[in-house]
């Protein structure tokens, strides 16, 4: 569909100034995210009529009918000079709203995104489950699209993608490439996995786990040979780990654990983390790789001292996220207040650094 004049003005602008993300509200002038803030572009505020224009443009028949059934949709939006965006449409008060996120047309390196080491040598597991876990702008997307092409560098396999929307396009390296959109190639993420598992798949990437039934198939593939990489938008490791078994009923939580605690290979929590500077954000990682006391916590339905796990695993790169933003606090990338209002234990991070601070003394 041809972008409107006006948003593709918005979206030259976003591009230029690097911004995250781009907010079309009612009542208000565009607005784009840039290094973390809310930052309102110099136009006059839009009228609802404006903004449901902008929106509804961009909607191809089937489009529509999806948002006018179920009031929101994500889709992909391509324009030759400025590439692709993905473009998430909700109503605000009855009205027609989206928020846009530009989407990178490189794929920066490991160093560059700061993801541990560890990250490289989960992508050659053949089998098993990784969650890739954060709020919404924390960077998921972008780490799953690093494995994805380390992946397609690496092995000659294949690797079927669902996601909502297709982002990135990965060209084929080594490996055979299918990416599927909802909507567009797919109904349902629960009903796509089933048939990807009919589609010969060594790697399976499912853009979120939403629901039961897309978890349960997820760690059924799991089980069966396939290595899939997955999202969930939970904030913590032990957050992730109790939302799964949440999602099912009570008397099926029982085979859920026993799932897990088999299946699971590593959870990725992340957030991203304004600098010092205020010009940039630094990705702060808690990572947990299983082991033998993970799984049995797993099995014992003991998943907070999943915690005590990450402390203590240290020397096999597994961390906290109180560890990650402590680090970054003291290579001076972040500040202490900063460091503080994300971290789980601030009154403990303190006394870490108090009792560093009296030892260097």
Same mark, same amino acid.
């Given at each position: 569909?041809?972008?409107p004049?006006?948003?593709?003005?918005?979206?030259?602008?976003?591009?230029?100034?690097?911004?995250?993300?781009?907010h079309?509200?009612?009542?208000?002038?565009p607005?784009?995210?840039?290094?973390?803030?809310i930052v309102?572009?110099?136009?006059?505020?839009l009228?609802?009529?404006?903004?449901?224009?902008?929106?509804?443009?961009?909607?191809?028949?089937?489009?529509?009918k999806?948002?006018?059934?179920?009031? @929101? %949709?994500? =889709?992909?939006?391509?324009?030759?000079? *400025?590439? $692709?965006f993905?473009?998430?449409?909700? !109503?605000?008060? /009855?009205?027609?709203?989206?928020?846009?996120?530009?989407?990178?047309?490189?794929?920066?390196?490991?160093? @560059? %995104?700061? =993801?541990?080491?560890?990250?490289?040598? *989960?992508? $050659?597991?053949?089998?098993?489950?990784? !969650?890739?876990? /954060?709020?919404?702008?924390?960077?998921?997307t972008?780490?799953?699209?690093?494995?994805?092409?380390?992946?397609?560098?690496?092995?000659?396999?294949?690797?079927?993608?669902?996601?909502?929307p297709?982002?990135?396009?990965?060209?084929?390296?080594?490996?055979?490439?299918?990416?599927?959109?909802?909507?567009?190639?797919v109904k349902?993420?629960?009903?796509?996995l089933?048939?990807?598992?009919?589609?010969?798949?060594?790697?399976?990437?499912?853009?979120?786990?939403r629901?039961?039934?897309?978890?349960?198939?997820?760690?059924?593939?799991?089980e069966?040979?396939?290595?899939?990489?997955a999202?969930?938008h939970?904030?913590?490791?032990?957050?992730?780990?109790?939302?799964?078994v949440?999602?099912?009923?009570?008397?099926?939580?029982p085979?859920?654990?026993?799932?897990?605690?088999?299946?699971?290979?590593?959870?990725?929590?992340?957030?991203?983390?304004?600098s010092?500077?205020?010009?940039?954000?630094?990705?702060?990682?808690e990572?947990?790789?299983?082991?033998?006391?993970?799984?049995?916590?797993?099995?014992?339905?003991?998943?907070h001292l999943?915690?005590?796990?990450?402390?203590?695993?240290?020397?096999?790169?597994?961390?906290?996220?109180?560890?990650?933003?402590?680090?970054?606090?003291?290579?001076?990338?972040?500040?202490?207040?900063?460091?503080?209002?994300?971290?789980?234990?601030?009154?403990?991070?303190?006394?870490?650094?108090e009792?560093?601070?009296?030892?260097?003394?």
């Amino acid at each position: 569909m041809p972008i409107p004049t006006e948003l593709q003005k918005i979206l030259q602008l976003a591009r230029r100034e690097g911004a995250s993300d781009i907010h079309i509200v009612a009542g208000i002038p565009p607005a784009m995210r840039i290094n973390g803030q809310i930052v309102l572009v110099d136009r006059p505020p839009l009228t609802r009529q404006q903004a449901s224009e902008m929106c509804m443009a961009l909607l191809n028949p089937e489009q529509r009918k999806a948002f006018e059934r179920d009031w @929101q %949709l994500c =889709l992909a939006l391509v324009d030759p000079q *400025l590439g $692709r965006f993905r473009v998430a449409v909700y !109503l605000h008060a /009855g009205s027609p709203e989206m928020s846009i996120r530009p989407v990178l047309d490189v794929i920066q390196g490991r160093d @560059q %995104l700061r =993801l541990p080491r560890e990250i490289e040598d *989960l992508t $050659r597991l053949q089998s098993g489950l990784i !969650l890739i876990t /954060g709020p919404t702008g924390s960077g998921k997307t972008t780490t799953m699209k690093f494995m994805i092409d380390l992946i397609n560098s690496e092995r000659r396999c294949k690797v079927i993608t669902i996601e909502d929307p297709v982002e990135y396009l990965h060209r084929p390296k080594k490996a055979i490439i299918v990416q599927q959109e909802l909507y567009l190639d797919v109904k349902s993420f629960a009903k796509a996995l089933v048939h990807v598992l009919r589609q010969n798949p060594d790697v399976i990437c499912i853009g979120e786990m939403r629901d039961a039934e897309t978890t349960e198939t997820a760690l059924i593939a799991a089980e069966t040979g396939h290595l899939v990489i997955a999202t969930c938008h939970t904030p913590s490791v032990v957050q992730t780990a109790e939302r799964i078994v949440a999602i099912f009923p009570e008397s099926k939580q029982p085979q859920i654990y026993q799932q897990l605690a088999n299946s699971l290979r590593a959870i990725i929590a992340q957030r991203l983390i304004p600098s010092a500077s205020g010009r940039e954000r630094y990705l702060a990682v808690e990572l947990l790789l299983m082991n033998y006391a993970a799984r049995k916590h797993i099995r014992d339905r003991q998943l907070h001292l999943l915690y005590n796990v990450m402390q203590t695993g240290g020397k096999v790169g597994m961390r906290t996220m109180d560890d990650s933003l402590m680090e970054l606090y003291q290579q001076g990338l972040i500040t202490y207040e900063s460091m503080l209002s994300n971290a789980e234990h601030p009154s403990t991070i303190r006394s870490r650094l108090e009792k560093g601070l009296q030892q260097r003394q």
